[in-house]
Antibody, heavy 119, light 105 residues
Framework: EVELLESGGGLLQPGGPLRLSCEASGFTFSDYGMTWVRQAPGKGLECVSRITAGGSHTYYADSVKGRVTISRDNSRNTLYLQIDTLRVDDTAVYYC????????????WGRGTLVTVSS | DIQLTQSPSTLSASVGDTVTISCRASQSVNYWLAWYQQKPGKAPKLLIYQAFTLDRGVPSRFSGGGSGTEFTLTISSLQPDDFATYYCQQYNKYWTFGQGTKVEI
């Protein structure tokens, strides 16, 4: 069974850094692209970033470009999202999800981790 | 960026009803459209991809249609478990979601 477990959220200060992790199990992690999707309180879904299976290609939403780095460690079955300078509007639940290898929709999702940015 | 507009934003229905949610794209996404269901406090769940292909385990009362810029999600004989928010997503060029449609009693 596919399992994705996000961690690293919490109450954080504006301007500070954040690193989220997503531990994967139940499938061959290195075969799948991965993505981070966030959802601000009471709002819709936003694809923040995506990384290919081997890690060589990445995508970033305009809202985070230049502040965020997605990475993965296939030896540890773990996906990361680094935000260098947090803003209040980064407050959201952050989900990691698998990207279907042939079709590029998001087929398995974690439960999410809440990031609250406030002074 | 490709924008997706869902209608309606909120839909009131009863158990047993058939409901249809629309999703319009700002430019053609061919068949590269998915639908997700989300319940409060839970992660989204994939229902349909490639506009009309049901994900494994999804009940057959869910159906998707359309192509290009106009898409629909239809739920036949609405069940209590179906009251949720539904999102469309295009993956023709990067990934964007619609704003969501809440199906409520």
């Amino acid at each position: 069974e596919v399992e994705l477990l996000e961690s690293g959220g919490g109450l954080l200060q504006p301007g500070g850094p954040l690193r989220l992790s997503c531990e994967a199990s139940g499938f061959t992690f290195s075969d799948y692209g991965m993505t981070w999707v966030r959802q601000a309180p009471g709002k819709g879904l936003e694809c923040v970033s995506r990384i290919t299976a081997g890690g060589s290609h990445t995508y970033y939403a305009d809202s985070v470009k230049g502040r965020v780095t997605i990475s993965r460690d296939n030896s540890r079955n773990t996906l990361y999202l680094q935000i260098d300078t947090l803003r209040v509007d980064d407050t959201a639940v952050y989900y990691c999800a698998t990207v279907h290898s042939d079709d590029y929709h998001f087929d398995n999702w974690g439960r999410g981790t809440l990031v609250t940015v406030s002074s | 960026d490709i924008q997706l507009t869902q209608s309606p934003s909120t839909l009131s229905a009863s158990v047993g009803d058939t409901v249809t949610i629309s999703c319009r794209a700002s430019q053609s996404v061919n068949y590269w459209l998915a639908w997700y269901q989300q319940k409060p406090g839970k992660a989204p769940k994939l229902l349909i991809y490639q506009a009309f292909t049901l994900d494994r385990g999804v009940p057959s009362r869910f159906s998707g249609g359309g192509s290009g810029t106009e898409f629909t999600l239809t739920i036949s004989s609405l069940q209590p478990d179906d009251f949720a928010t539904y999102y469309c997503q295009q993956y023709n060029k990067y990934w964007t979601f619609g704003q969501g449609t809440k199906v409520e009693i």
